[in-house]
């Protein structure tokens, strides 16, 4: 039995689609424990839906947050020293205060509250 091209290629982008899926999928237990606790540093919190967390003054010191959704989040105050945002959504999240937060990479907008204070875009 001869099988045909087309379906190996499908089998083959699949997965590609699964294996890409699971590069960008947040640690559960890293989410849970920074929801409940305002703290995580170092945990690999990239592609988690954090749209809208309280994390104000939360300890995000080297936690790679890129693709995470912050989407309105209250990051005022966090520690994000050498975090990773690159990907991150931070459209209309709270930044005022925050510490480190290197924003290259990340999505912010004129609803955007800046760690300076001022409106976005942040820089």
Known sequence: MTRKPLSVAAVIAGACLLLASAAIASNPEHVKFLKQNKRCPGCSLDGADLAGAMLKGADLKGANLSDANLYKADLSGADLTDATLSGADLRGAH???AIGAVLAGATTDAT????????????
């Open 112 to 123: 955007t509250e800046c760690p300076s204070g001022d409106q976005g875009p942040c820089q």
């Open 95 to 97: 930044l005022k205060g």
